[in-house]
Nanobody, 123 residues
Framework: QVVESGGGLVQPGGSLRLSCTASGFTLKDDTIGWIRQAPGKGREGVICISSSGSTTYYANSVRGRFTISRDTTKNTIYLQMDSLSPDDTATYYC??????????????????WGQGTQVVVSS
């Protein structure tokens, strides 16, 4: 089971941290990532990090503003989002598995998905 938390309403320029906690398995050896879906649009892989931590991918739209991390002691992954803009409004899904390269996040083979948490950036 994978449970997300941390979404909500934030003003432009603000920050949010999303959390994704796994139970029943450990995620320390997995590729992890976050995918979002804006209203009326398809899913976008925004960020991922490989199981070894040696490869990280950031979509151009979030580079320099979003950070992904994992805490193996809590079996939790995080998405720190700073300098948020209305374009970041979307439902965010954590994902465990898939393939993370420097150019994109291939989520076709994701093993576990979070339930999704909504982020609304608005004044």
């Amino acid at each position: 089971q994978v449970v997300e938390s941390g979404g909500g309403l934030v003003q432009p320029g603000g920050s949010l941290r999303l959390s994704c906690t796994a139970s029943g398995f450990t995620l320390k050896d997995d590729t992890i990532g976050w995918i979002r879906q804006a209203p009326g649009k398809g899913r976008e892989g925004v960020i991922c990090i490989s199981s070894s931590g040696s490869t990280t991918y950031y979509a151009n739209s979030v580079r320099g503003r979003f950070t992904i991390s994992r805490d193996t002691t809590k079996n939790t992954i995080y998405l720190q989002m700073d300098s948020l803009s209305p374009d970041d409004t979307a439902t965010y899904y954590c994902s465990i598995g898939g393939r993370c390269s420097g150019s994109h996040y291939d989520a076709a083979s994701v093993d576990y998905w979070g339930q999704g948490t909504q982020v609304v950036v608005s004044s």
